[in-house]
């Protein structure tokens, strides 16, 4: 009987470590598509930071500032804010922590933070 109880007691040993190498291949994948995904992200970076120092050399500081497009780009602020407002009284987060995801009926805190802003 003490022999029956081993056996069991073994075969019970090899489920537990074929589930866990089961889980350990899992998580193996996981972890290969989130190095993927990350260095697929660090790549775009670079080339929007690239990017972005190509244009800021090819427009200089001293430049003029051009009364119309401060005015212009003042405009299409008020627009965006706009914008912004009309989503969220439509039931949707503009806030940084919940962007875009439904509302449910309840107030965000977050959202009338960013949309009370005066800057």
């Keep these: 009987m003490k022999d029956k109880n081993f056996l069991d007691t073994v075969m019970d040993f090899e489920q537990q470590l074929e589930s866990m190498q ?4 899992e998580l193996k994948a ?3 598509h989130t190095m993927e995904e990350h ?3 660090q790549l775009e970076n670079h080339h929007l930071r690239t990017r972005l120092d190509e ?3 090819a427009v200089p ?3 003029a500032v051009d009364p119309v497009k401060l005015k212009k780009a003042a405009m299409d602020i008020g627009e965006g804010y ?3 407002a009309r989503l969220y009284h439509e039931g949707y987060h503009v806030c940084h922590v919940h962007f875009g995801s439904s509302r449910k009926g309840d107030d965000c805190l977050f959202c009338l933070s960013f949309l009370n ?3």
């Design 22 to 25: 089961q889980q350990f291949r």
């Design 30 to 32: 996981v972890v290969a």
């Design 39 to 41: 260095h697929a992200l």
């Design 55 to 57: 244009l800021h050399k």
């Design 61 to 63: 500081e001293t430049a």
């Design 82 to 84: 706009d914008n912004l």
């Design 117 to 119: 802003k005066q800057n």
